[in-house]
């Protein structure tokens, strides 16, 4: 079992920074893959990014490209997600998920609690 809690989020403005970071607890939390996503009001979760768990391996929504970057830190069983030039669309509440081989998607085993990042205009 691997626990996941969320941090970072909050309310910011258009084109400003956040850094989003996801606390992992349990067993072999760097055997994992780490991924974000994201859920926006009236709309389905989204990948956002997802990251292999020696971190080599990274890929991104293309809506998120350029702009977005995951990284972890094995050390701190932490994986994070930096955000710049932020939007209103970015405006969503993010998960962190963790899961099996190089990357994660929406069947994700383990799921946090989320955080909501508002990016107001």
């Known amino acids: 079992q691997v626990q996941l809690v969320e941090s970072g989020g909050g309310l910011v403005q258009v084109g400003a920074s956040l850094r989003l970071s996801c606390a992992a607890s349990g067993r072999t939390y760097s055997s994992y893959a780490m991924g974000w996503f994201r859920q926006a009001p009236g709309k389905e979760r989204e990948f956002v990014a997802t990251?292999?768990?020696?971190?080599?391996?990274?890929n991104y929504a293309d809506s998120v490209k350029g702009r977005f970057t995951i990284s972890r830190d094995n050390a701190k069983d932490t994986v994070y997600l930096q955000m710049n030039s932020l939007k209103p669309e970015d405006t969503a509440v993010y998960y962190c998920?963790?899961?099996?081989?190089?990357?994660?998607?929406?069947?994700?085993?383990?799921w946090g609690q989320g955080t909501q990042v508002t990016v107001s205009s």
């Open positions: 990251i292999s768990w020696i971190g080599r391996s990274t």
């Open positions: 998920a963790a899961g099996y081989g190089l990357r994660v998607g929406p069947d994700a085993p383990y």
